[in-house]
């Protein structure tokens, strides 16, 4: 006989403090490019060619980054002489380029928040990232923030993949069902852009194209405490990092 | 068909070629190609004789279809994996214009669900099938009659018109009275769940039928491939199903070693098994995780959980990416590891290993546990190996096939593993499977970095034009095999993914029925499958 | 109020007796307008005759006519009677107003003369063994009751899909009539004559024996007509097989005269002595009530699961009658007076809620030309109005309150516990284990009901079928919704349906109901003999005076007193219990209003995982809800699967599915398989006499002299 109980106890807590302490345990996240400045714009402008998606452009002798199509493959941090600086945060949170801003759920939801997720043709990294949202590790139970098995009850809806053909009918009736006040976000590159699928016939491009976004959380795939921020930002307990008035590029 | 065991002892090539050319006579042609036999099917009705005697009297496994429109031609290749021999590539070839293919699902039940992608993509008929169509394209979402995979078809083009089946309803099989079908998805679990969508056909307990309705997640990763550099399709063969992404990116990166003919650095093929076994042990851990959620022993659940979560910190402390993207390429590793890198991740399997040992010990003594798992979703060996499965659940079937050892790449013929087989195929067998692989998985990871000696990690490898490749892996989920033709300019031209998923999905069915439907979510836990690996 | 009933009565057989010989000579139209009309009012003198009787003192006595060499046939209504004769009238009141009106829905296929006549008839027989006062009367008059409703079943047979339904029946009727004669033959043994009070007089001689003989024979000659086990057989398909306009008087009327023939015989003519006749019933009832309602759970056909519930109810009165013998023989009155006065209110409550049921599946199958539950669904919106009413019908039968079906049972279940007043250890454990049964039973009984309402009504339409009549007429509406505001009033004003009852209940229990049950919270203002002061006050404060200026009578909580550590029993009051729930509904509706003022409810369609279309072949089943009670009753059931699977190529495409299943009644595979069998066994036995050989036929003479002779030498 196991005593699952006793063995738990023992086993002891391992939850991260996050948000209340900044987490910097190894491995946590995968970190993200940075803007670079390089001796020379010809090494900036091979920086940038090295990128497969277009997401490092050349200003000069800058190197500058859009992290939502960044698809993490890691070809500008090794292996080629103009490799870019990466940095070990995981707050990437923003709005969408369309819009000028976000407001959280009331203040109701600030402690109790119930999750929907749709996987629309993920790869399945996005999804079992947020479903490690649920392990001790993280566990985004001690914030007041439980995924629901029905749209019905969820204020927020967490959208991975780009919406594959199969799937926008199911996404929008998940959409539908779910009552006000609600918001949308789109969780890693394919959400935001389609990533390495793109538009195609049988995929819709990002969630934009299917759903009004609300919040997107770039990354292939955003770590799980990426998302736990996101999902901070829905219940206004962080904000989205912000310089110069427009969202952290 | 029977499922006896093969009527003749393991043939070499030399020995099937002297019994297809007595049986088949005039109607076969066979060369021998390295990396094994290429039999030509001149005479169309013979493809289903030929197919039989190749999986059942020669013992062989089916390892998929690759369909190809090319040069005013279909080419359709029928792969067989035959132990001493290796790849046994059955091909026909038919004009364009004829759109019948015989089916040879009647004697290889392991071949259904190939022909019906076949037909959904490439709009061919196989003549004899009894259940082609609504597959991968949904009648409720695409019209008939689409072929995305032709040629003609452009994958850019957004704007055609889109004539779905309003009144699209699905076919019942069961003819009780009272009886009626509870679907299951594909939202189901809070959208945790990967979009399937089953349809249990019941009276009220006991399941009588079950249908998985798949590929909501069909991308078409095939056919975007199609005209794009090899450095843009690798990005696609790693991004398309992320828990064996490393996997499916080896298979891709050996398939164009293979077309170029390239010799990968020892010490690249050693930390190539090193990474692809560290994703087997996540991997497993994950599935384990899943299988105690199903029967809700949290604590268990949450020691595997801790267990996997270790690794995926520890795989992005050794590689910079929790899932290992960004890693292979023709030719080798895109980086190489330090000395103290490869110990701290030795530290952490080690880890990992002791902990799944005592979470396997505790579980066995856990008898409300194993309630819900001995005998339930049992799958006889004479089912896996009817249906051809693979991977840990065909293991706990007693079919014991692995590709590390059938055909082994990279390191893999330098060391000593096993690869556990249990027999009776219900969920506690796969269950142990699971916990011995993962102990083998960590063995291996040892037994790779201690073999490590300094040399390249990757040597350049230009894409040749106008070749063929072929490369295959273990994943964790089972046998994946990937194809690629290059053409003139070096671009892709064709790719084919065979996954270990779209094979097991299969079989899913046979062990779902005549179980009770509270049993349903246990039993799809412990197959540990794929949707949108299968979906592709 | 004598003289009334009794002349209430005559003047019922004189306008019955009109009405018949009119029926023979008007048209069809006609004749569906005199069942309306002339069944009226021959129904409220009825009941006139009933409420007279109860309210007066006196029986009412009336010799008819003397027949030379047998007897005097006389009417007697006494109290029991007219109890009974009350509820008839009220059932037969609400059956002529749904007759007519479902039967000019569908005109065409009931000859409507020849139902009339046989109507009528029926009415005046049934009248006449509810008032018979010798045996003679109540014997002849129930041999042509059992001939008329042979008759009436068979009325609609070229529609009928089983047409021995009606044959079985009659077989049946008259076995037990058979059984019946007998009883009365034994009984009266020794007596002057054939009047029930010559009867009464002999009865006090009669032989421990003869009086198991009596009760045995009574118990099942009269279980036939109300469903005991093992007699039942007929009854679930002959109610299955009758015409929707006689069911719900084959269920509400001839099914009481069972239950009256063992009061009479059993409680009235020749009381018993002995415990053991009283735990009989007892056990037979229990055993009667589980088989019924398991049946009625698994069953998928309308009516034939709501005759499964007719003998689960059936069992449950007979329960309650055994639990009354028990009591009386052991001399113990007022808990012998508590049972029977559940068992009488448990009759009439179920002659209301099972004609409201029965009427209500008659309406739905005249709508939607379907029985099958499982092919129906989503009823609440095409017949808004039925589902009200039935819906009133399912809380009554599953024993909710504020309906009646809630208080009978609740004191029969109460009678069962007070078996702790009883000396031998045997029949305690009697009484608790059949106590045990019951209450499975009630739960069972909620689940059937709940499947019944919940997969014909809720939900989403199943079948292909479409509407052809917005439900039947307004008159057919009438007569529900009058049996559901009677069952309505019995469940919320107990304290009176008992005071009413009690007439029946004193002369058989000995002792007064009333007085055990209802205390006079209301009259009495200072202590008496029963009531002390101290006890008045505490309810007084409770609020047991609340009501006292709106309603007359003693009071409208039910409450059994018990001795001095034990002052209360068990008490409950229907009454005050419906006004909190009205006024809780109320405070509740009002808060939730105000607190979720600002909040607006968005429709939409149901959430079914995301596919484009819930369809009804993916929702519950009414065989699917009931499975798991086949599952576990697995041993009683038995069923023999049958699949049979279509398959192309191979197992893997199995493109259908057909599985049957075959299930034999328990009763059949226990009592009357086996019986036929040995029958069978023997008549083949001597089948093989007749071989034709002359030689054999000779010796047979042969055999049979030597047989007189050996005989004859013996003696």
């Known amino acids: ?249 | ?536 | 109020m004598t003289a009334l009933a009794g002349g209430a009565l005559l003047v019922f057989f004189i306008v019955c007796a009109i009405a018949l010989v009119l029926s023979t000579l008007v048209s069809d139209l006609a004749a569906i307008i005199l069942i309306g009309w002339q069944g009226g009012i021959c129904s409220i003198l009825l009941m006139l005759a009933g409420a007279a009787r109860l309210s007066a003192g006196a029986d009412f006595y009336q010799p008819l006519w003397t027949i030379h060499g047998v007897g005097e046939l006389t009417l007697r209504l006494d109290a029991l009677s007219a109890v009974f004769l009350f509820a008839a009238g009220l059932v037969y009141l609400s059956c002529c107003l749904f007759a007519p009106g479902c039967m000019m829905h569908s005109r065409n296929s009931y000859p409507a003369k020849r139902y009339s006549v046989l109507h009528f008839a029926l009415m005046i027989s049934v009248v006449l063994i509810l008032t018979a006062g010798d045996a003679l009367t109540f014997l002849i008059s129930w041999e042509c009751m059992s001939i008329l409703t042979y008759l009436l079943v068979n009325h609609g047979q070229e529609r009928q899909a089983d047409p021995s339904a009606g044959y079985i029946m009659l077989a049946m009727s008259e076995a037990g009539f058979l059984a019946v004669v007998i009883a009365f033959l034994i009984a009266a043994g020794g007596a002057s004559g054939l009047s029930f009070s010559a009867l009464r007089e002999s009865a006090a001689h009669l032989s421990g024996q003869a009086e198991w003989g009596v009760f045995v024979l009574a118990l099942f000659g009269f279980g036939v007509k109300c469903g005991l086990v093992p007699v039942n057989f007929w009854l679930p398909r002959c109610y299955t097989a009758s015409p929707a306009i006689f069911v719900p008087v084959l269920a509400g009327v001839t099914l009481n005269l069972g239950f009256y023939g063992i009061l009479r015989m059993n409680g009235d003519l020749v009381p018993l002595h002995g415990i053991g006749p009283g735990l009989f019933a007892l056990i037979t009832g229990s055993v009667t009530a589980l088989v019924g309602i398991l049946y009625a759970t698994t069953e998928t056909d309308l009516k034939t699961m709501l005759a499964h519930s007719s003998i689960e109810n059936a069992g449950i009165i007979v329960a309650g009658i055994g639990a009354f013998f028990a009591f009386r023989s052991s001399a113990i009155a007022v808990p012998a007076a508590i049972a029977l006065t559940a068992a009488l209110y448990h009759t009439v409550n179920h002659s209301l809620y099972k004609t409201l049921l029965f009427e209500g599946a008659g309406e739905i199958e005249s709508a939607v030309g379907t029985r099958d539950m499982d092919q129906m669904g989503g009823l609440i919106r095409a017949l808004p109005g039925l589902s009200i009413v039935f819906l009133v019908g399912c809380l009554a039968i599953a024993a909710a309150p504020p309906f009646n079906g809630f208080v009978s049972e609740w004191l029969t279940l109460q009678t069962f516990l007070r078996s702790a007043l009883l000396s031998a250890a045997l029949v305690k454990v009697v009484f608790a284990l059949c106590g045990a049964i019951l209450a499975l039973t009630a739960a069972l009984a909620v689940t059937c009901f709940v499947r019944t309402y919940a997969m014909s009504f809720l939900g989403i339409r199943r079948g292909d079928w479409h509407f052809s009549v917005t439900g039947l007429s307004r008159r057919a509406r009438a007569s529900m919704i009058l049996l559901a505001i009677a069952c309505l009033f019995l469940g919320i004003l107990p304290t009176f349906a008992i005071g009413v009852l009690d007439r029946a209940v004193e002369p058989l229990a000995g002792v007064s109901a009333t007085t055990a049950l209802v205390p006079p919270f209301f009259t009495a203002t200072e202590s008496n003999g029963q009531l002390p002061a101290a006890f008045l006050q505490d309810f007084h404060n409770l609020g047991a005076q609340t009501g006292a200026h709106l309603l007359a009578g003693r009071g409208l909580v039910l409450l059994l007193r018990g001795s001095e550590q034990n002052p209360v029993v068990f008490a409950m009051s229907p009454s005050y219990g419906v006004a909190a729930i009205a006024l809780f509904l109320l405070v509740a509706y009002v808060v939730v209003g105000r607190l979720t003022r600002r909040r607006a409810a968005a429709g939409g369609e149901v959430w079914a995982g995301g596919i484009p279309r819930l369809l009804p072949e993916m929702t519950y089943t009414a065989t699917g809800f009931s499975n798991p009670v086949r599952v576990v009753f697995q041993a009683i059931f038995r069923p023999n699967i049958v699949e049979d699977a279509r398959e192309t190529v191979a197992v893997h495409f199995r493109t259908a599915i057909h599985r049957k299943r075959e299930e034999m009644h328990l009763v059949d595979r226990l009592f009357f398989h086996p019986i036929g069998a040995a029958f069978g066994g023997i008549a083949r036995l001597l089948a093989g006499m007749h071989h034709g050989v002359l030689s054999g036929y000779v010796s047979y003479a042969l055999v049979f002299l030597l047989v007189i002779l050996f005989l004859y030498r013996l003696t």
């Open chain 2, 1 to 536: 068909m029977t499922s006896a065991p093969p009527s003749h002892s393991p043939l070499d090539v030399e020995g099937l070629t002297i019994l297809l050319e007595e049986r088949f006579r005039a109607g076969l042609s066979v060369l021998k190609e390295a990396p094994g036999l290429v039999i030509r099917v001149l005479d169309l009705s013979l493809l289903p004789v030929v197919s039989r005697f190749l999986f059942w009297e020669a013992g062989g496994s089916f390892g998929g279809l690759i369909v190809e429109e090319r040069l005013r031609e279909w080419t359709l290749q029928y792969l067989f994996l035959l132990q001493n021999i290796g790849w046994v590539d059955v091909v026909v070839r038919a004009p364009l214009y004829q759109k019948t293919i015989p089916s040879i699902v009647a004697e290889l039940h392991a071949a259904d669900w190939y022909e019906r992608e076949a037909e959904d993509l490439f709009d061919i008929d196989f003549e004899g099938h009894p259940r082609l169509g609504d597959f991968i394209l949904h009648d409720e979402t695409w019209q008939e009659h689409i072929a995305p995979m032709r040629k003609a078809f452009d994958a850019n083009a957004l704007n055609f018109e889109r004539k779905p089946n309003e009144k699209w309803r699905p076919k019942l099989v069961v003819e009780d009275p009272g009886s009626f079908a509870m679907p299951v998805g594909p939202v189901y679990e809070g959208g945790l769940g990967e979009p399937i969508h089953f349809l249990l056909e019941t009276v009220g307990e006991d399941v009588i039928r079950e249908v998985p309705r798949l590929f909501y997640n069909y991308r078409a990763v095939e056919k975007i491939a199609e005209g794009k550099a090899v450095c843009d399709v690798l990005l696609l063969a790693e991004r398309f199903s992320a828990k064996s992404a490393f996997a499916h990116s080896l298979a891709f990166c050996q398939a164009i070693e293979n077309a170029a003919g390239a010799e990968v650095p020892w010490r690249a093929r050693r930390l190539r098994v090193v990474l692809a076994e560290l994703e087997r042990l996540r991997h497993h851990a994950g599935a384990i995780q899943g299988i105690c959620q199903s029967t809700a022993l949290s604590v268990s659940e949450a020691h595997a959980a801790i267990i996997e979560e270790q690794l995926l910190r520890a795989s992005a402390a050794f590689t910079g990416h929790r899932y290992l993207f960004g890693l292979n390429t023709p030719g080798g590793l895109r980086r190489d590891f330090e000395e103290t890198a490869c110990r701290d991740l030795l530290r952490a399997i080690d880890s990992a290993d002791s902990q799944l040992r005592i979470l396997e010990e505790r579980l066995r003594y856990s008898s409300s546990f194993l309630d819900r798992l001995e005998d339930v979703g049992a799958i006889s060996p004479e089912n896996a190996r009817d249906l051809d499965l693979v991977g840990p659940v065909a293991r706990a079937s007693g079919v014991s096939r692995d590709l590390r050892k059938a055909c082994p790449y990279a390191t893999y013929s330098e060391y000593r593993f096993d690869a556990p087989c249990e027999q009776e195929g219900d969920g506690y067998a796969r269950l142990r499977v699971l916990f011995a692989e993962a102990r083998e998985s960590a063995r291996l990871v040892h037994q790779a970095v201690d073999s490590l000696e300094p040399g390249d990690s990757s040597i350049p490898v230009e894409a040749t034009a106008s070749t063929v490749g072929f490369g295959w892996t273990e994943a964790p989920i089972g046998a994946a095999m990937h194809g690629v033709r290059l053409d003139s300019e070096g671009r892709v031209e064709r790719y084919r993914i065979l996954t270990p998923s779209f094979r097991n999905w299969l079989g899913f069915h046979v062990a779902v029925e005549d179980f009770a439907f509270q049993d349903f979510p246990i039993i799809l836990a412990t197959f540990g499958l794929s949707a949108t690996e299968c979906d592709r």
């Open chain 1, 1 to 249: 006989m196991s005593f699952w109980f006793w063995n738990g106890v023992r086993r002891g807590i391992p939850s991260t403090r996050y948000p209340a302490v900044p987490e910097t345990a190894s491995g946590v996240t995968p970190g993200r490019p940075v803007a670079t400045m390089f001796a020379s714009a010809e090494e900036a402008a091979r920086a940038a060619a090295n990128c497969p998606v277009g997401a490092i452009t050349a200003r000069d002798r800058e190197a500058v980054i859009d992290l939502e199509t960044c698809i993490h493959c890691q070809r500008c941090r090794f292996g080629n002489p103009s490799t870019v600086h990466w940095a070990n945060d995981f707050e990437w949170t923003r709005w969408p380029a369309a819009k000028k801003g976000f407001e959280p759920l009331p203040a109701s939801f600030t402690r109790s928040l119930h999750i929907m997720v749709v996987d629309a043709g993920d790869c399945g990294a996005c999804l079992h990232e947020i479903k490690q949202l649920n392990n001790p590790f993280y566990n985004i139970h001690r914030l007041g923030m439980f995924f629901t098995a029905t749209p019905r009850t969820a204020d927020v809806l967490l959208v991975v993949g780009p919406v594959s053909e199969n799937m926008r009918e199911p996404l929008l009736k998940t959409y539908d069902a779910m009552p006000q006040p609600k918001r949308v976000v789109a969780v890693g590159a394919c959400a935001i852009s389609g990533g390495v699928f793109g538009r195609t016939f049988a995929s819709a491009g990002g969630v934009g194209m299917v759903l009004p976004v609300d919040l997107e959380i770039p990354g292939n795939p955003p770590p799980p405490l990426a998302i736990l921020h996101g999902l901070l930002v829905v219940t206004s307990r962080k904000e989205v990092l912000t310089e110069g008035g427009t969202s952290l590029i």
